[in-house]
């Protein structure tokens, strides 16, 4: 059954500052809804997404819930990231009976496309990305050959379908990349994507779901109800005993379609790209594609921004930018796709993590380690405890702009200056994407000359 919004009263609870709620609540009211929207941040906080929704007839309760009639609420709708175990205004919405959804729910169960959809702790937006550029091809290629019309990328990657629905059609293939926190909800309609796919499983979120079990059986939410092909990379135990007992009969492991699906060579660097590659491979494969316009479109793929990202050369250093690295696992997948001596940049916002594998790969690989932020005091330390002895030099700074003006100043030719936080950018910005779009800004304002690096060094920008 598909949830009715139009001439509803339709609560949106969570807009958000990366503008979580700013495709819903445009579609909603495309739809004919009256849509009040609340969030517990300032308005002020909410600036640019308040604006992508200006000029439309929205009621705002901003800074908190307060002054909203529930008891004229037909629906709500849940951004993921409010926390419905802890949050009390959700406890009230439910308490009172209020009819309640989410926006990837509302577009699941409107969507007449074939659905790819595609989780995981780690890769999930490059696998999706490659996925969707390898689909495009294909229907350059081969047109209706390929088995397909259009390709439309969205969900977590950071794009609302919902207003593209109307003009979906049975033959389009949608890549839809899932959360964690968007899963958690679909077993309420019961509905699955043509086919499934997992990069991988590793403890994450827990301060949200509680448990790693909880957190990964989320996570197998998109396998829904009764059967779909299911491609799954690496699994962290216990994931993989946990899945087995969901999906008893197995699933499609990427290694397994590498007889005449070679991974090409790729632009994006390191091995968890090559496992991405082969999840792609392993699709394609599913879907019927050609080897050839599959390993074409691999080869021509770019990458994400703030993923590994090449941002130039400074002081003969070639600069990376991996602000996207928000745990110490994603910062020891960077570590080893870099090549050569290493100055890293690492720090963010404090979490309890352990960074010691880091830094047991670090003492063998960095001649530096840069650690800024909040938790930039505790990483110094832990390296410091694992590397005792080793010949690398541990530095403390308060921010990335003094970061980069330290790793700027360490770096010599032939190095790779690589800015991986392994936490949250919460401490200091919005969120990694404003981080690393900083990180880059300073990176080439160091490059414009002494008196850019004397402004940046006194922590002016």
Request: charged share 25%; hydrophobic share 40%; aromatic share 6%.
């Amino acid at each position: 059954m598909t949830t009715p919004v139009k001439g509803r009263s339709v609560l949106v609870v969570g807009l958000g500052r990366f503008g979580g709620g700013v495709g819903v609540s445009r579609w909603l009211v495309e739809q004919g809804a009256r849509v009040c929207v609340t969030d517990l941040a300032q308005s002020e906080d909410l600036e640019a997404s308040i604006e992508a929704l200006d000029g439309l007839p929205i009621e705002w309760r901003l800074g908190g819930h307060e002054g909203i009639n529930l008891a004229g609420i037909d629906l709500a709708v849940i951004n993921p990231a409010v926390d419905k175990r802890r949050s009390l205004f959700f406890a009230e919405v439910a308490s009172l009976g209020i009819t309640w959804t989410t926006e990837i729910n509302l577009f699941c169960e409107r969507c007449p496309a074939r659905v790819i959809g595609v989780t995981g702790s780690y890769g999930k937006s490059t696998t999706c990305a490659m996925l969707a550029e390898v689909l495009n091809r294909a229907a350059e290629v081969l047109g209706r050959a390929a088995g397909h019309e259009r390709v439309f990328l969205g969900g977590n990657i950071g794009q609302s379908l919902l207003s593209d629905v109307g003009r979906m059609c049975e033959r389009d293939i949608v890549v839809l990349e899932m959360s964690s926190a968007q899963l958690e909800d679909l077993p309420r309609i019961a509905w699955r994507p043509a086919l499934a796919v997992i990069t991988n499983i590793y403890p994450q979120h827990l301060d949200r779901h509680g448990t790693y079990e909880t957190y990964a059986r989320a996570k197998f939410n998109i396998l829904g109800p009764g059967d779909q092909p299911l491609i799954a990379g690496p699994l962290a135990p216990p994931a993989d005993e946990w899945l087995r007992e969901i999906r008893p009969e197995g699933w499609v492991r990427p290694a397994e379609v590498a007889e005449g699906m070679a991974v090409p060579t790729l632009q994006v660097r390191g091995e968890h790209n090559a496992e991405n590659a082969r999840l792609v491979l392993a699709v394609s494969r599913e879907l019927g594609l050609r080897y050839s316009h599959v390993a074409n479109a691999l080869k021509e793929f770019r990458g994400l921004p703030h993923r590994l990202e090449f941002v130039g050369i400074l002081n003969g250093a070639r600069v990376y930018n991996d602000s996207k690295s928000t745990a110490p696992a994603a910062t020891l997948r960077a570590l080893r796709a870099i090549e050569g001596r290493v100055v890293l940049l690492v720090g963010g916002r404090r979490k309890d993590v352990d960074w010691g594998e880091v830094a047991g790969e670090a003492s063998g690989r960095c001649r530096h380690v840069v650690c800024f932020g909040e938790a930039g005091g505790e990483i110094a330390e832990r390296f410091g405890e694992v590397m005792s002895s080793a010949k690398t030099s541990i530095h403390r700074v308060p921010n990335v702009a003094a970061a980069v003006v330290r790793g700027g100043d360490l770096v010599e030719e032939g190095d790779a200056l690589l800015f991986s936080p392994g936490a949250q950018s919460f401490d200091a910005y919005a969120n990694y994407v404003q981080r690393g779009e900083h990180f880059t800004a300073l990176v080439r304002a160091k490059c414009g000359g002494a008196a850019e690096r004397e402004r940046i060094g006194k922590g002016t920008t």
